[in-house]
């Protein structure tokens, strides 16, 4: 009951659209009410808000009023075109026509579920990164990309291009506007030269230009092979001096602050929050104890872990690699929690990390890293648990080729330097060792000290005399006494005539 009135709240069963295009929720055509009613239910199970459910739940429903026609007709694609225009027309608020088309896309991911539809793969704006180049060599440049895709897995094949064709052809197109390009062997190192001042001058870093330089070589090479006259000289060209970039870990003391707020998030209350938490105390523990990459972490397959062995096993990996990671008991324990929210295996795709239904983007580590950092104080991006890895795995004494082993590289110089003895081995050894020095110079400075003078030992002998002694101890003790002054004179005497010599 409301207060206002009195009566009961109106429920979207009961509201009569004020449009008549559209109709109520109790003369849909059959099937349609128990269709809203699952499409609710995958929203909940993938995570999200009840006040995501009912913004969501507005769209879905003005949909299927609008359309009239049984959800299993309605094409994920292009059917819901005439609503997204209807939208158009009738809703002047910017805000709800976004809101709108949110629940719009939500209802065509749902849709393809349903027909078991794979989704739609992003397209690529061609034109923008093609249009200004020579006709032969924007060919040349897809001849290129698609010989690169079938190293890729499909998943990656987006953002690989997209990578490849930014950083490739701003050079090839800037080169084109700056000069007449009538062949591959136009390409030459004074233009490249060229082209290298200009970003230089523009604030661009080294190692960017050496990351550009290096597409450029790559597509030169690959030309080559294809029989086209390159200029070698092109091939030869070196790259410029970046320095010695070390590699980023954690210490262990932000680790531990980030582990608490996440273990924080995986015990809230609030059910959306602490799936959130289950599933990122998985990822982190995963990339933290196994040395995993974000690649990888998006792409763990549940048919990937062996629960008896515990194990993963990541298949295809940077390089075309496989290889075997172990979990550790911690790891172990998080992702089994976190399955245990995941939600049924039916509903879900085979992919491990989940959100919304969507396998993990390639952001969502970092965006999450970000908010637990900032939260304790803590600056950190995903890949620096990698680093974490394999040097806290060196400190605590593994063998170099075996870290080499689980982080999956080639050389073992790699490891060495991507994971590089840090604190728990540099220093130690270190100390060991000037501890040794040390002894050995205070050793040194004790057997170089020079002899007592006699008149440092004439107080001693007072202390001696003090005791009981006989009459032969007392004449023995006299004797030395008188000795020992004699040598005191001795001595001043030469420290005079030192002085005598000096002056």
């Known amino acids: 009951m ?9 429920h979207f069963k009961n509201v009569i659209p004020k449009d008549p295009a559209i109709k109520p929720f109790a003369d849909w055509v059959a099937g349609n009410r128990n269709f809203y009613a699952g499409f609710r239910r995958w929203l909940r199970e993938g995570g999200y808000s009840y006040s995501a459910l009912n913004t969501y739940g507005v769209a879905v429903r003005l949909a299927l ?51 078991g539809r794979p989704r739609r793969e992003k397209q690529l704006n061609w034109p923008y990164y093609l249009n200004p180049l020579p006709e032969w060599l924007a060919e040349n440049v897809r001849t290129y990309i698609t010989h690169l895709r079938r190293r890729w897995p499909p998943e990656q ?60 070589q790559t597509f030169l090479l690959f030309l080559e092979d294809e029989g086209q006259p390159v200029c070698r000289r092109m091939l030869l060209v070196d790259r410029l001096n970046e320095g010695t970039r070390l590699p980023k870990d954690v210490p262990v003391g932000q680790l531990r602050r980030l582990l608490d707020e996440i273990q924080a998030e995986a015990t809230a209350s609030h059910t959306t929050k602490r799936r959130m938490g289950l599933m990122d105390r998985a990822w982190f523990l995963l990339m933290l104890h196994g040395g995993l990459r974000t690649c990888e972490i ?5 048919s990937d872990i062996d629960w008896e062995s515990r194990r ?31 939600g049924p295996d039916f509903a879900l795709p085979e992919l491990v990390f989940i959100y919304r239904h969507q396998p993990m983007s390639v952001r969502y580590c970092q965006v999450r890293l ?3 950092g900032r939260r304790c104080g803590v600056q950190i991006a995903p890949h620096q648990l990698r680093h974490s890895c394999g040097t806290l795995l060196l400190n605590a004494g593994a063998p170099a080729l075996t870290v080499q082993t689980i982080l ?84 001043v005497n030469l420290n005079i005539e030192d002085v005598k010599v000096l002056t």
């Open 2 to 10: 409301t207060r206002s009135i009195g009566k009961r709240k109106p």
């Open 65 to 115: 009023g609008y359309l009239d026609e049984p959800y299993w007709t309605i094409d994920p694609e292009t059917g819901l075109d005439r609503v997204r225009e209807y939208i158009g027309i009738h809703y002047t608020s910017a805000a709800t026509r976004k809101e709108y088309s949110k629940g719009l896309a939500k209802l065509a991911e749902y849709l393809r579920v349903l027909h």
């Open 157 to 216: 094949h987006y953002r690989s291009t997209l990578e490849i064709l930014s950083h490739l052809t701003l050079c090839l197109r800037w080169m084109a506007v700056h000069t007449d390009l009538t062949g591959i062997d136009a390409i030459t190192p004074h233009l490249w030269y060229d082209y290298l001042e200009a970003r230089l001058a523009a604030g661009i870093s080294p190692v960017t230009l050496n990351g550009e330089l290096h597409r450029l």
């Open 298 to 302: 998006r792409r763990l397959k549940l």
């Open 312 to 342: 993963l096993r990541i298949e295809q990996s940077k390089g075309l690699k496989d290889r075997i990671i172990y979990l550790s008991q911690a790891a172990c324990d998080a992702l089994q929690a976190y399955l245990v929210q995941r």
């Open 370 to 372: 970000r908010t637990y």
């Open 408 to 491: 999956g590289h080639k050389y073992v110089e790699t490891t060495l330097r991507y994971a590089r003895l840090y604190d728990g081995t540099i220093a130690v050894d270190y100390y060991r060792a000037m501890a040794q020095v040390e002894r050995c110079l205070a050793l040194e400075e004790r057997s170089e000290a020079s002899p007592p003078r006699a008149g440092e030992l004439l107080p001693l002998l007072d202390l001696f005399d003090r005791g009981e002694l006989n009459e032969t101890q007392q004449n023995a003790l006299q004797a030395l006494r008188s000795g020992l002054q004699a040598l005191t004179k001795q001595e």
